[in-house]
């Protein structure tokens, strides 16, 4: 079975700070990792994706995220918020359980951009 | 770009009554889902498909939930005597047979039970 917390409910921040997102996973085999972006009344986006190799990967947006597999973490980050960025965010996890690959997401952190 | 549509955007039933939501997939994916948001709460999976039959299903797709590809383009949710609870945004999505985990997502379908 697989779980993925989203620690933050909420998370203001003013225009041009960065900004944290944080997530933790549970799994009993390997996983693959996203996050999701969804816009007021909007479906959800792909921001990024972790499958395999570097533990840094870069999304859409100037978003990134660092894959730890010792914390069991897949925190996004951004430099530099824009007011645009002000949505849902959503991690999720998928594991290779021979089955359809289903998505398995957090309880999602509404990033609120403030001037 | 090519995305996932779904229709309706809204639909309003009466509790009992059989809905059934459609989405049509981007045109060369293999694998077909369907997820769930209750209003303020987190995305559930319901059922994945692949090769026209059901892949995975979550304890949510009791014997009151149904999919169907009736064509090659279409993809359907039907719930057949909905409840109160079955109110939430239905979404769609789809991906190809190598992108594991890249699903595409519909604007999906808000359902509301009266």
């Known amino acids: 079975a697989q779980s993925v917390t989203q620690l933050d409910s909420q998370v203001p921040v003013f225009e041009e700070a960065p900004v944290e997102l944080r997530c933790n996973y549970s799994s009993s085999v390997s996983v693959y990792l996203f996050w999701y972006v969804q816009y007021p009344n909007q479906g959800l986006q792909l921001l990024l994706k972790?499958?395999?190799?570097?533990?840094l990967v870069k999304g859409i947006n100037g978003f990134e995220a660092e894959f730890n597999k010792s914390q069991t973490s897949f925190h996004l980050r951004k430099p530099s918020v824009h007011i645009r960025d002000t949505a849902e965010y959503f991690c999720a996890v998928s594991g290779f359980t021979g089955g359809g690959n289903k998505l398995t997401f957090g309880t999602g952190t509404q990033l609120k951009v403030e001037l | 770009e090519p995305e996932v549509t779904q229709t309706p955007s809204h639909q309003v039933t009466q509790m009992g009554q059989e809905v059934i939501l459609r989405c049509v997939p981007i045109s060369n994916h293999l694998y077909f889902y369907w997820y769930r948001q209750i209003l303020g709460q987190k995305v559930e999976f319901l059922v994945s498909?692949?090769?026209?039959?059901?892949?995975?299903k979550s304890e949510i797709f009791d014997d009151q939930f149904s999919v169907e590809r009736p064509d090659g383009s279409n993809f359907t949710l039907k719930i057949r005597s909905t409840k109160l609870e079955d109110s939430a945004m239905y979404f769609c999505a789809s991906r190809t047979a190598g992108a594991i985990g890249e699903q595409y997502f519909g604007p999906g379908t808000r359902l509301t039970v009266t």
């Open positions: 972790y499958l395999s190799g570097s533990t």
């Open positions: 498909f692949y090769n026209n039959e059901i892949s995975e």
